[in-house]
């Protein structure tokens, strides 16, 4: 009787499981339903899909919880009992005589023993299953159509129109030939002028990229990154450079005034007249080679000096920033162990703050005096060995300072590489400001621009656009945007355009040689043609006297090389000799006058179109 | 013989003994098993019924047959709206004694009997109503300074008609509680109504034969006190009962809304004495929850104390002590 309850009561907790198990399971199903619903709709991410996975095992797991502690918990003491004799219809015999066997046979009232006995031949053939069926639950019907739901949105295929994005493409840069022709050969002339190794390097990599935008390896980002990269680079090493070498002379210059005989020098120096101080060293040489005027002793005990100055000039700089700089350094770490360990205190101290931009600049200043150390090293040494040899030997002596003034030399020539770089900085600029511009005219602006080079080139223009006239405009059939060429001046006789009052007319239509004439009285209306007729100059008949540019006065007049060059191109020596000289006025002008960045650049690239060509 | 089987004679003789009763009283009440038994199982509990039903069930019938079968003295009063209590408990009276003094005697009134039938007990005054209370539940009366213990075993069957208010006075709620069951007398069916006519409108004459002894009586109560009522029995008793009121633990909804206050704990000592009744009706020697639930309505009918919504909803206590025995599980730890 025991076992059955017992078993009635653990069919029980199967019951109630099953039962929290139907009323649950929708909640998976219905979740997978709307997750895979979303995944294949909304189209998520992997993170949000593997959260939506996590969220479904989530649910899953308490789904398992909850039916499991379903099926643990114990179901009340004579519940089993209880539905076996309502089962078998027992009246309660069988859970009444379960209680009462529970109180010792001593204990038991004959009552409560009568309900025994009877309790036990009642209840022969128990059965639990009957008793308690653990039937499915009809909820769980729902779980079929949800499982089907998820299997079908499962398969369901949707389709998603994924637009790909079309390859990147390549537009290269395209600059006209002729442009490219002028940095090649600009390039070629500085390669050829070049004296140092870093000028012919940089001149190298600015030829390569001309060679780069020339074979349309690179897009116009590509090139001006590359150009931005080249300018920057040059700029610094030129500034450097500078900065080294005027520090460094600067320290010889100080050191060179002590002594009369190397003052001259030193002014050369202080005022960066290389070839000047290279002459007075030369010339300090000689004379201490001479026996006729050698200086007094005093006089070389002062150059010894100044020598010997001039020479730990740059070492003694040097010395002194770093004596400095360990005076900071010790400050800096005293300032730090006031604060211990409070990193945030010693950041926000504005004494920390002050001693570190100290430092900062001094390790600037540091690797500036060691340049300039280096960029002397040579003059430095043959000064001090100078200086030595004066007391023993004043001929070696005066070689030492012959080698140095060679050394000399080399620096004024590395200055003079400096303008080839500056040059070279220049054209770099150019280059960039075209291709930076290139871009904003589009396509009709560069076909005017390939039209332009061709007919400069002597070459007749074509692609369905009407050439100009010549004597229209300087330059023929182009809409130029930039600094219009000077005007050449009308001379006299051409006949003016603008009428006055009482002269009817006012221009001449009978063309050059008319006199005009005066009214005798005020004029009642004007001539139908007002401007007059257009100017046709009579080429080799008359000169041109003035002109926006430097006329020497023989052979032929600018203005008719230009009406030439307008008609021919931009060929032939009288051309070029014109363009020379505007060109060299032009860039006077531009070195002299104030005149913004942005309109140097029109100056130059209106000349860079004009250029001669071969 | 052991214990054990004396018993097992006792509730044997019991089984006999109410088979006989039913018989005997099945000569002259037609139908009404369940009023007759609901009757029995008050008095075998020791304690009294209020029936209830339209005159001409048969209820003063039921009672007087009964008395009769029993063997027991019985008494009728006939309430009325000028009944007073004194002409139900007794009255001391004047008498000239043989030797000629005068003196004063105790007159003992109608409830002085075995069977008491308070025959429409709601058309007395509460103060007539209230001379019942200690006779009912003490089993005696005290008038002056003098206490009368009424004869065993002491049965008060009060009947009281549904239907006609007027002129009433609605049992006080302290004397309902008094009665052990409130029964309710059906409507004869057809069949039953044939008998009916055939017994009382023929010359037929049916005498009761008393078939028990107040003695048996007696024993019969004795045993029914003895009858074991298991922990699980008495704690489904206990949450019915706890059910019953509105903010009592596994109350529905029902009893949430229409009851103003439960059954009182003499509700849950009538469902478990009138289960051991049961138990033995059945030759079962404990009771069940089935005979707690046998019992329940005819031991908390009267019981519940309906809110103003379910009086005038005219909700019947038997439909929601139906929804409490539906909601209060068997089992419960």
Request: aromatic share 4%; glycine share 8%; hydrophobic share 40%.
């Amino acid at each position: 009787m025991r076992r059955a309850a017992a078993r009635a009561a653990r069919r029980l907790r199967h019951r109630a499981a099953l039962a929290r198990l139907a009323a649950l399971l929708p909640l998976p199903f219905v979740y997978a339903a709307v997750a895979l619903a979303a995944i294949k709709v909304l189209g998520l991410g992997a993170q949000a899909e593997a959260r939506l996975i996590l969220g479904g095992i989530g649910l899953v797991a308490v789904v398992a919880v909850a039916v499991l502690l379903a099926w643990l918990r114990r179901p009340p003491r004579w519940a089993g009992a209880l539905l076996l004799d309502q089962h078998h219809g027992l009246s309660g015999r069988l859970t009444t005589t379960l209680e009462l066997a529970e109180t010792p046979p001593a204990e038991r009232s004959p009552l409560a023993a009568l309900a025994i006995e009877d309790g036990v031949s009642a209840c022969q053939k128990l059965d639990p299953r009957g008793a308690v069926p653990v039937p499915l639950p009809r909820e769980l019907a729902w779980a079929v159509p949800l499982l089907g739901l998820v299997v079908a949105i499962g398969l369901f295929e949707i389709r998603t129109e994924r637009v790909i994005p079309p390859p990147p493409t390549f537009e290269p840069l395209v600059l006209t030939d002729d442009d490219l022709e002028l940095f090649g050969r600009m390039a070629e002339e500085l390669a050829q002028q070049a004296q140092d190794p870093g000028s012919l390097a940089a001149i190298r990599r600015f030829n390569t990229l001309v060679e780069d935008i020339a074979a349309r390896r690179l897009d116009r980002k590509e090139a001006l990154a590359r150009l931005s990269e080249l300018d920057a680079d040059l700029g610094r090493a030129l500034e450097a450079e500078r900065e080294a070498r005027e520090l460094g002379l600067d320290g010889i210059a100080s050191g060179l005034q002590r002594s009369g005989l190397t003052r001259a020098a030193a002014q050369a120096f202080e005022e960066r007249r290389l070839e000047d101080a290279e002459k007075a060293l030369r010339e300090l040489a000689e004379r201490l080679k001479r026996k006729d005027k050698k200086p007094s002793a005093a006089e070389l005990a002062r150059l010894r000096q100044a020598m010997e100055q001039a020479s730990r000039a740059s070492s003694e700089r040097l010395q002194a920033i770093e004596a400095r700089r360990r005076e900071l350094e010790a400050e800096r770490k005293s300032l730090l162990r006031k604060h211990g360990k409070d990193a945030k205190g010693a950041e926000s101290d504005p004494a920390v703050a002050d001693n570190r931009r100290k430092l900062e600049r001094l390790q600037r200043d540091k690797a500036q005096a060691e340049a300039a150390a280096r960029e002397m090293s040579e003059l430095d040494r043959q000064l001090a060995e100078a200086a030595r040899e004066l007391e023993k030997a004043l001929g070696k002596s005066a070689e030492h300072i012959e080698q140095g003034a060679e050394d000399v030399q080399r620096m004024a020539r590395k200055a003079m590489s400096e303008k080839e770089k500056r040059e070279l900085l220049q054209r770099l600029r150019d280059l960039k400001e075209i291709v930076r511009r290139q871009g904003q005219g589009g396509a009709d602006r560069q076909r005017q621009i390939a039209r332009f080079t061709r007919r400069a080139r002597g070459q007749q223009g074509g692609g369905g656009d009407q050439p100009g006239k010549a004597g229209a405009r300087l330059v023929p059939g182009v809409e130029v945007d930039v600094v219009p060429i000077p005007k050449i001046a009308r001379v006299p006789g051409q006949g003016a355009a603008d009428g006055a009052p009482g002269n009817r007319g006012g221009g001449d239509p009978q063309g050059p040689g008319a006199q005009p004439r005066s009214g005798a009285e005020a004029g009642k209306s004007h001539d139908a043609n007002v401007r007059g007729e257009a100017t046709a100059p009579p080429v080799g008949e008359t000169r041109d006297v003035t002109a926006a540019g430097i006329d020497t006065g023989e052979g032929t007049a600018s203005a008719e090389v230009i009406y030439g060059a307008a008609e021919r191109g931009f060929v032939g020596k009288p051309y070029r000799d014109v363009f020379v000289q505007y060109e060299t006025v032009a860039e006077e002008a531009l070195e002299k006058d104030e005149i913004p960045p942005g309109h140097r650049f029109y100056v130059r690239r209106y000349f860079q179109l004009i250029r001669p060509r071969e | 013989m052991g214990e054990t089987e004396r018993v097992r004679e006792e509730v044997e003789t019991f089984q006999r003994r109410i088979g006989a009763l039913r018989e005997e009283i099945g000569r002259v009440i037609v139908g009404q098993r369940a009023v007759l038994d609901g009757v029995l199982t008050c008095m075998l509990a020791g304690s009294h019924a209020l029936l209830e039903g339209v005159p001409g069930l048969g209820k003063t019938m039921l009672v007087r047959t009964l008395a009769g079968a029993l063997g027991l003295e019985f008494s009728r009063i006939q309430f009325t709206p000028d009944l007073m209590p004194a002409d139900i408990i007794g009255t001391v009276v004047l008498e000239q004694s043989a030797e000629g003094r005068n003196v004063f005697e105790f007159r003992r009134g109608p409830v002085f009997a075995n069977v008491v039938l308070a025959d429409e007990i709601n058309r007395a005054t509460p103060k007539t109503q209230s001379a019942l209370l200690e006779a009912m539940q003490e089993h005696r009366v005290t008038v002056g300074r003098t206490t009368h213990a009424l004869p065993e075993p002491y049965l008060v069957l009060a009947t009281q008609n549904p239907l006609e208010m007027e002129g009433t006075y609605p049992l006080p709620e302290a004397q309902l509680d008094r009665f052990f069951f409130k029964l309710e007398v059906p409507f004869p069916s057809r069949e039953e109504l044939h008998a009916i006519l055939e017994r009382t409108t023929s010359d037929q004459r049916v005498e009761v034969r008393p078939v028990l002894t107040r003695e048996d009586v007696l024993a019969m109560q004795d045993l029914v006190r003895r009858v074991p009522a298991p922990r699980h029995v008495q704690d489904y008793a206990i949450r019915v009962l706890q059910a019953t009121h509105p903010n009592g633990e596994g109350a529905p909804r029902s009893v949430t809304r229409y009851v103003r206050t439960g059954a009182s704990p003499r509700g849950v000592q009538a469902m478990l004495l009138g289960a051991k009744v049961r138990a033995l009706y059945e030759g079962r020697f404990a009771a069940s929850i089935d005979d707690v639930r046998a019992t329940a309505k005819p031991a908390l009918r009267h019981r519940l104390l309906l809110s103003f919504e379910g009086e005038a909803e005219g909700v019947r206590p038997d439909t929601l002590i139906g929804d409490i025995l539906d909601a209060v599980p068997a089992a419960k730890d």
